[in-house]
Protein backbone atom coordinates (compact mmCIF):
# COMPACT_ATOMS: atom_id res chain seq x y z
CA UNK A 1 0.00 0.00 0.00
CA UNK A 2 1.43 3.22 -1.20
CA UNK A 3 1.15 6.61 1.21
CA UNK A 4 -1.05 8.10 -1.45
CA UNK A 5 -3.48 5.25 -0.92
CA UNK A 6 -3.15 5.02 3.40
CA UNK A 7 -3.20 8.48 3.51
CA UNK A 8 -6.23 8.49 5.27
CA UNK A 9 -8.02 5.71 7.45
CA UNK A 10 -11.76 4.51 8.67
CA UNK A 11 -11.05 7.45 11.88
CA UNK A 12 -10.29 10.35 9.50
CA UNK A 13 -6.14 10.14 10.62
CA UNK A 14 -3.46 11.87 8.02
CA UNK A 15 -0.36 9.53 8.08
CA UNK A 16 3.05 11.60 8.97
CA UNK A 17 3.77 14.72 7.18
CA UNK A 18 7.28 14.09 5.21
CA UNK A 19 8.92 16.70 7.79
CA UNK A 20 7.46 15.47 10.88
CA UNK A 21 9.87 14.10 13.67
CA UNK A 22 10.05 11.12 14.59
CA UNK A 23 9.21 9.97 11.58
CA UNK A 24 5.90 7.44 11.51
CA UNK A 25 4.52 9.84 14.70
CA UNK A 26 1.72 11.14 12.48
CA UNK A 27 1.48 15.37 11.73
CA UNK A 28 3.20 16.31 14.76
CA UNK A 29 6.34 17.07 16.17
CA UNK A 30 7.61 16.20 19.91
CA UNK A 31 9.53 19.32 19.33
CA UNK A 32 7.87 21.85 21.10
CA UNK A 33 7.28 18.94 23.85
CA UNK A 34 10.98 18.54 24.08
CA UNK A 35 11.44 22.70 24.22
CA UNK A 36 8.57 22.60 27.10
CA UNK A 37 10.23 19.71 29.05
CA UNK A 38 13.64 21.59 29.51
CA UNK A 39 12.03 24.75 30.53
CA UNK A 40 9.85 22.56 33.24
CA UNK A 41 13.20 21.64 34.34
CA UNK A 42 14.52 24.78 34.26
CA UNK A 43 12.35 26.04 37.00
CA UNK A 44 12.93 22.48 38.97
CA UNK A 45 16.32 23.19 38.92
CA UNK A 46 16.27 26.85 40.10
CA UNK A 47 14.37 24.88 43.48
CA UNK A 48 16.69 22.68 43.59
CA UNK A 49 19.49 25.09 43.91
CA UNK A 50 17.55 27.01 46.83
CA UNK A 51 17.44 23.55 48.06
CA UNK A 52 21.09 23.01 47.54
CA UNK A 53 22.15 26.67 49.74
CA UNK A 54 20.12 25.26 52.35
CA UNK A 55 22.00 21.80 52.52
CA UNK A 56 18.44 19.86 51.67
CA UNK A 57 19.70 18.40 48.60
CA UNK A 58 23.32 18.10 47.19
CA UNK A 59 24.78 20.43 44.65
CA UNK A 60 25.06 17.40 42.00
CA UNK A 61 21.63 16.77 41.51
CA UNK A 62 21.10 20.76 41.07
CA UNK A 63 23.84 20.44 38.83
CA UNK A 64 23.31 17.02 36.83
CA UNK A 65 18.90 18.57 36.37
CA UNK A 66 20.29 22.52 35.24
CA UNK A 67 22.86 20.93 32.84
CA UNK A 68 20.02 18.28 31.48
CA UNK A 69 17.19 20.83 31.29
CA UNK A 70 19.40 24.16 29.91
CA UNK A 71 20.50 21.27 27.37
CA UNK A 72 17.27 19.35 26.35
CA UNK A 73 15.55 23.10 26.23
CA UNK A 74 18.28 24.35 23.49
CA UNK A 75 18.13 20.96 21.79
CA UNK A 76 14.24 21.39 21.56
CA UNK A 77 13.95 24.94 20.64
CA UNK A 78 16.87 24.39 17.65
CA UNK A 79 14.56 21.11 16.22
CA UNK A 80 11.50 23.54 16.79
CA UNK A 81 13.19 26.67 14.68
CA UNK A 82 14.76 24.35 12.27
CA UNK A 83 11.50 22.50 11.49
CA UNK A 84 9.37 25.85 11.47
CA UNK A 85 11.79 28.32 9.76
CA UNK A 86 14.75 26.35 7.77
CA UNK A 87 13.75 22.94 6.72
CA UNK A 88 11.15 24.13 3.85
CA UNK A 89 13.93 26.87 2.97
CA UNK A 90 14.26 26.44 -0.85
CA UNK A 91 10.33 25.16 -0.74
CA UNK A 92 8.45 28.32 -2.80
CA UNK A 93 4.57 26.79 -2.43
CA UNK A 94 2.21 28.24 -0.97
CA UNK A 95 -0.22 26.04 1.56
CA UNK A 96 -2.34 28.49 3.26
CA UNK A 97 -4.11 26.06 5.77
CA UNK A 98 -0.17 25.32 7.13
CA UNK A 99 0.43 28.94 7.63
CA UNK A 100 -2.83 29.23 9.58
CA UNK A 101 -0.96 26.54 11.57
CA UNK A 102 1.32 28.24 12.10
CA UNK A 103 -0.02 32.01 12.79
CA UNK A 104 -2.29 29.98 15.85
CA UNK A 105 0.40 28.10 17.18
CA UNK A 106 2.21 31.91 17.68
CA UNK A 107 -0.78 33.24 19.12
CA UNK A 108 -1.06 29.95 21.48
CA UNK A 109 3.11 30.49 22.45
CA UNK A 110 2.78 34.13 23.03
CA UNK A 111 -0.27 33.17 25.27
CA UNK A 112 1.76 30.88 27.21
CA UNK A 113 4.81 33.73 27.32
CA UNK A 114 2.32 36.02 28.62
CA UNK A 115 1.65 33.66 31.67
CA UNK A 116 5.22 33.21 32.18
CA UNK A 117 5.59 37.17 32.46
CA UNK A 118 2.52 37.48 34.20
CA UNK A 119 3.79 35.02 37.18
CA UNK A 120 7.20 36.98 37.75
CA UNK A 121 4.95 40.21 37.94
CA UNK A 122 2.57 38.61 40.14
CA UNK A 123 5.73 37.54 42.44
CA UNK A 124 7.28 40.92 41.84
CA UNK A 125 3.49 42.82 42.86
CA UNK A 126 3.65 40.25 45.97
CA UNK A 127 6.90 40.58 47.41
CA UNK A 128 6.35 44.37 47.03
CA UNK A 129 3.98 44.73 49.12
CA UNK A 130 6.23 43.31 52.12
CA UNK A 131 8.60 46.73 51.68
CA UNK A 132 11.52 47.05 50.40
CA UNK A 133 14.97 48.62 51.52
CA UNK A 134 17.58 50.68 49.96
CA UNK A 135 16.98 50.49 46.25
CA UNK A 136 19.54 51.69 42.88
CA UNK A 137 18.77 54.61 41.01
CA UNK A 138 17.54 52.72 37.47
CA UNK A 139 16.13 55.33 35.41
CA UNK A 140 19.37 56.40 33.63
CA UNK A 141 20.17 57.72 29.75
CA UNK A 142 21.24 54.10 29.15
CA UNK A 143 17.96 52.66 30.24
CA UNK A 144 16.15 55.55 28.15
CA UNK A 145 18.42 54.66 24.71
CA UNK A 146 17.51 51.36 25.20
CA UNK A 147 13.96 51.60 24.99
CA UNK A 148 13.36 54.20 22.38
CA UNK A 149 15.60 51.78 20.01
CA UNK A 150 13.47 48.76 20.95
CA UNK A 151 10.12 50.94 20.61
CA UNK A 152 11.63 52.55 17.08
CA UNK A 153 12.30 48.33 16.00
CA UNK A 154 8.57 47.52 16.63
CA UNK A 155 7.74 50.52 14.09
CA UNK A 156 10.59 49.36 11.55
CA UNK A 157 9.51 45.41 11.58
CA UNK A 158 5.65 46.71 11.11
CA UNK A 159 6.82 48.88 7.88
CA UNK A 160 9.31 46.15 6.69
CA UNK A 161 6.36 44.03 6.99
CA UNK A 162 3.75 46.58 5.31
CA UNK A 163 6.57 46.90 2.13
CA UNK A 164 6.76 42.68 1.58
CA UNK A 165 3.23 42.73 1.63
CA UNK A 166 3.41 45.78 -0.83
CA UNK A 167 6.16 43.58 -3.13
CA UNK A 168 8.91 46.12 -2.24
CA UNK A 169 11.63 43.55 -1.04
CA UNK A 170 14.13 46.09 -0.99
CA UNK A 171 12.52 48.32 1.21
CA UNK A 172 11.11 45.42 3.21
CA UNK A 173 14.73 44.00 3.60
CA UNK A 174 15.95 47.76 4.73
CA UNK A 175 13.42 47.84 7.51
CA UNK A 176 14.03 44.57 8.48
CA UNK A 177 17.93 44.84 8.60
CA UNK A 178 17.44 47.72 10.81
CA UNK A 179 15.12 45.67 13.18
CA UNK A 180 18.25 43.31 13.63
CA UNK A 181 20.17 46.11 14.10
CA UNK A 182 18.34 47.92 16.58
CA UNK A 183 17.74 44.88 18.42
CA UNK A 184 21.16 43.49 18.54
CA UNK A 185 22.02 47.07 19.89
CA UNK A 186 19.57 46.91 22.53
CA UNK A 187 21.24 43.30 23.67
CA UNK A 188 24.64 45.14 24.05
CA UNK A 189 22.86 47.67 25.83
CA UNK A 190 21.23 45.44 28.34
CA UNK A 191 24.73 43.83 28.51
CA UNK A 192 26.53 46.48 29.38
CA UNK A 193 23.90 47.90 32.00
CA UNK A 194 24.52 44.65 33.67
CA UNK A 195 28.21 45.22 33.93
CA UNK A 196 27.61 48.90 35.14
CA UNK A 197 24.74 47.53 37.82
CA UNK A 198 26.97 44.97 38.88
CA UNK A 199 30.75 46.27 38.84
CA UNK A 200 30.19 49.80 39.25
CA UNK A 201 27.16 50.06 41.34
CA UNK A 202 27.65 46.65 43.50
CA UNK A 203 23.63 46.03 42.79
CA UNK A 204 24.05 42.42 42.97
CA UNK A 205 21.84 39.56 44.49
CA UNK A 206 23.64 39.33 47.27
CA UNK A 207 24.46 42.94 47.73
CA UNK A 208 23.93 44.18 51.45
CA UNK A 209 23.98 48.30 50.20
CA UNK A 210 20.62 47.44 48.02
CA UNK A 211 17.22 44.98 48.39
CA UNK A 212 18.12 41.50 47.84
CA UNK A 213 14.83 40.83 47.19
CA UNK A 214 14.28 43.51 44.83
CA UNK A 215 17.51 42.78 42.88
CA UNK A 216 16.34 38.82 42.87
CA UNK A 217 12.98 40.37 41.09
CA UNK A 218 15.11 42.77 38.77
CA UNK A 219 17.46 40.58 37.17
CA UNK A 220 15.08 37.67 36.71
CA UNK A 221 12.08 39.70 34.86
CA UNK A 222 15.11 41.44 32.94
CA UNK A 223 17.11 38.27 32.58
CA UNK A 224 14.17 36.38 31.11
CA UNK A 225 13.35 39.62 28.70
CA UNK A 226 16.73 39.74 27.58
CA UNK A 227 16.49 35.76 26.46
CA UNK A 228 13.18 36.63 24.79
CA UNK A 229 15.26 39.58 23.07
CA UNK A 230 17.73 37.26 22.01
CA UNK A 231 16.04 34.48 20.46
CA UNK A 232 13.91 37.47 18.21
CA UNK A 233 17.53 38.58 17.14
CA UNK A 234 18.19 35.16 16.10
CA UNK A 235 14.41 34.71 14.62
CA UNK A 236 14.99 37.81 12.45
CA UNK A 237 18.66 36.99 11.30
CA UNK A 238 16.94 33.96 10.10
CA UNK A 239 14.52 35.58 8.20
CA UNK A 240 16.69 38.30 6.73
CA UNK A 241 18.71 35.98 5.08
CA UNK A 242 15.99 33.99 3.70
CA UNK A 243 15.06 37.49 2.17
CA UNK A 244 18.02 38.20 1.00
CA UNK A 245 17.65 34.81 -0.47
CA UNK A 246 14.09 35.66 -2.52
CA UNK A 247 11.94 33.27 -0.33
CA UNK A 248 9.46 36.06 0.66
CA UNK A 249 6.72 37.69 -1.22
CA UNK A 250 3.06 39.64 -0.82
CA UNK A 251 1.82 35.57 -1.13
CA UNK A 252 4.00 34.20 0.91
CA UNK A 253 5.22 35.56 3.87
CA UNK A 254 4.45 33.38 6.97
CA UNK A 255 7.58 33.38 8.99
CA UNK A 256 7.41 37.27 8.18
CA UNK A 257 4.09 37.14 9.96
CA UNK A 258 5.26 35.04 13.12
CA UNK A 259 8.65 36.75 13.77
CA UNK A 260 6.71 40.10 14.13
CA UNK A 261 4.00 39.04 16.63
CA UNK A 262 6.84 37.90 18.41
CA UNK A 263 8.99 40.98 18.43
CA UNK A 264 5.71 43.37 19.28
CA UNK A 265 5.32 41.11 22.15
CA UNK A 266 8.83 41.56 23.45
CA UNK A 267 8.66 44.65 22.54
CA UNK A 268 5.25 45.64 24.63
CA UNK A 269 6.19 43.55 27.95
CA UNK A 270 9.72 45.91 27.59
CA UNK A 271 7.50 48.99 27.69
CA UNK A 272 5.84 47.58 31.13
CA UNK A 273 9.16 46.60 32.72
CA UNK A 274 10.36 49.81 32.57
CA UNK A 275 7.39 50.84 33.98
CA UNK A 276 6.94 48.49 36.97
CA UNK A 277 10.93 47.82 37.50
CA UNK A 278 13.05 51.32 36.13
CA UNK A 279 10.35 53.83 37.89
CA UNK A 280 8.10 51.99 39.94
CA UNK A 281 11.92 51.70 41.69
CA UNK A 282 12.18 55.44 42.01
CA UNK A 283 8.42 55.92 43.47
CA UNK A 284 8.83 53.17 46.27
Same mark, same amino acid.
Given at each position: ?25 ? =? ?28 ? #????? @? +? ?10 ? #? ?31 ? +????? =? ?84 ? =?? =?????? +??? @? ?44 ? #? ?16 ? #? ?10
Amino acid at each position: MTVAEDSSDDHGHHLPAVEDWPKGFG =EASWWPFITAIGGGGIYLAVALGVLAQRGT #VGYGA @F +AALAIGSVGAFL #VGLFGWLYHTFVSTFWERSINHKSEDKLLWGMV +AFLGS =ELATFGAGFIYYFFVRTQGFGELPHLVAPLVIVNTVLLILSSFTMHFAHIALLNNNRKRFLGLLGTTLALGTIFIGGQVYEYYKFI =EQ =EGFTLG +AEA @FSQTFASGFYALTGLHGLHVSLGAVLLGIVFIRGLRGQYSAERHVS #VSTVSMYWHFVDAVWIFL #VVVLYVGAGAH
